[in-house]
């Protein structure tokens, strides 16, 4: 009999969670306290396995099989009921992360892992005081973590380190790639290479630098190819023929001069936004947001199979 | 006959601005002052024309045909000799850059564009006092540009803006994606992105946060996927069902406090670049770096020919 996970809270994280796991072979129970929030995400995993299935992005899987192995639970404690782990995923409010965290620690036996799927509320925040708090941990993934891999593991200064590393293998035993972050920071490490970027796209629109669609090609067909498949440090590592060290010391000076021009952050409303609205609204009229949305997680499962076959054929 | 264009330079940047102006149908001549450096950049253009037809990704030509347009030149005068475009590849070193373009513009009939590949000296500094001042401008190109499509065309202040519009319809012909900056920055864009990118990389990891591998991955299994695609400004309009007025407001609070915490940097020297090497070398040592370096640009490539598919394909 397959094991189970629980999946508390059925919004876009949850539903896409589900399906990695039960794409990995997992029973997966999902609760929702919204009354018919769980009923109504049936439809729309289903919508997603059958779009992954046509891709032949289910592990083997057919969509029906997928579906088969979510149900939904009544109550908390019957989602919890037997499962090897429970992933929140509810609202990014404190006071709600404390209430549901104190429920799931008296419903779960202690060496169940309770993991948070937050972008922002380090565990330390809602696990204190619990008395299991050392197996609580956040597991923040990618959205849509069923195409994008990369899963940020950050545990609690009390969180026992022998359960993070059983996580980082269960997450690793779906197909997914977790990092492990040694210490709590705000914005984990994704938000944090975000966060600079925004910055200065929306310092160079105002400086009057570039179009907001220049900004946006020098990233979406410039720096970022790169990145698609190496990191910083390799990208460094390799660009110089002597390796980090050499172009650490060669790239810091300009790196530092750029650094010195980038300190002041333009507030991201008033006139500003409201020219790249405009120019937004040029290229994506309001009516076809939705459709956008669905077609980047279309664009980001191909680049997942893309990147898969890569890895296998390119050396 | 193919129109000309005059490559200056036979470096990795001037080799590879090579094979993407003959493949989008240009003759090109190429010049480089280093005896014997012209000729012997034959054989290694001659080995990337071959690998990029073995993907099918010479815009339907041969590797012999594309080979059969580059041609060495005895002299500057010589490469530049009826050339609708004249590119400059030379190393980053100001003082060499104002006497070869000093020389170009002596050469060139005044509506024939010189542009240079810097990715760090504007044009204002080497194209002041010239009397063609208005032709010059810089087109930066990622590397290698046959597979990363993204040109920084950078304008002085008394640029032409007839000729950077050509210029912008000339790299366009070709299959490249040009970007005009409206004026001169430090770094230009590509590099603003990457800077902090680097400095938050070394800060985590000087910080304990994680290690130089997890660090990697955050970006190359994470981030990226996204950006590979969409640049910042889409992300943030599609990521919120009003668009990127509400993920502006709604966002900024969080990205303001990230940004907070990311003001100091690093020395990128020291233990710190100790441990990052040592990391480094566990999954790469010292001898396979060109190798990698060659695999790095096959993935470039196949992600190019990727891109290609996914945006004729998926909509």
Redo the contacts between chains.
């Keep these: 009999m397959a094991k189970k996970v629980a999946m508390i809270g059925a919004g876009a994280i949850g539903r896409a969670y589900a399906i990695c796991f039960s794409r990995g072979g997992y029973e997966v129970s999902m609760f929702d306290p919204v009354d018919g929030a769980a009923e109504a995400s049936i439809p729309r995993m289903r919508e997603t396995a059958e779009d992954l299935e046509a891709e032949d992005f289910l592990n083997g899987h057919s969509a029906d099989a997928v579906m088969g192995r979510i149900s939904i639970a009544p109550t908390t404690e019957a989602a919890v009921d037997g499962a090897v782990h429970v992933q929140e995923n509810a609202p990014e409010k404190l006071e709600l992360k404390k209430k549901i965290f104190a429920e799931l620690d008296a419903l779960c036996p202690p060496d169940v892992v309770l993991a948070s799927s937050t972008s922002?509320i380090v565990a330390s925040m809602w696990s204190d005081g619990l008395p299991g708090k050392h197996r609580c941990m956040v597991a923040h993934p990618?959205n849509p973590p069923y195409?994008?891999?990369?899963i940020?593991i950050v545990p609690a200064p009390w969180t026992d380190s022998a359960l993070v590393a059983a996580t980082r293998t269960l997450f690793e035993e779906i197909g997914l790639?977790p990092?492990?972050?040694?210490?709590e920071?705000?914005?984990f490490?994704?938000?944090?290479?975000?966060?600079?970027?925004?910055?200065?796209?929306?310092r160079?629109v105002a400086?009057?630098?570039?179009t907001?669609?220049?900004?946006?090609?020098?990233?979406?067909?410039?720096?970022?190819?790169?990145?698609?498949?190496?990191?910083?440090?390799?990208q460094?590592?390799?660009?110089h023929?002597k390796?980090?060290?050499e172009s650490?010391?060669r790239?810091?000076p300009?790196?530092?001069?750029?650094?010195e021009?980038?300190?002041d952050?333009v507030?991201?409303?008033g006139p500003l936004?409201d020219y790249?609205?405009q120019?937004?609204?040029k290229v994506?009229p309001?009516d076809q947001?939705?459709d956008?949305?669905r077609?980047?997680d279309?664009?980001?499962v191909?680049?997942?199979k893309?990147k898969k076959w890569?890895d296998e054929n390119?050396?």
Tied chains: 1, 2.
């Design positions: 922002t990618t195409a994008v891999r990369l940020e790639v990092i492990t972050l040694k210490k920071i705000l914005g490490i994704m938000n944090r290479f975000q966060a600079p970027i925004l910055h200065e796209a929306y160079l400086a009057g630098v570039a907001p669609g220049d900004v946006d090609l020098a990233m979406s067909e410039g720096i970022s190819q790169r990145w698609s498949f190496i990191g910083p440090f390799e460094r590592d390799i660009n023929d390796g980090i060290r650490s010391i790239g810091e300009l790196n530092r001069a750029i650094a021009t980038q300190r952050l507030p991201w409303d936004v790249i609205e120019e937004r609204r994506l309001m947001l939705q956008r949305m077609w980047r279309k664009r980001l191909a680049l997942a893309h890569a390119i050396k």
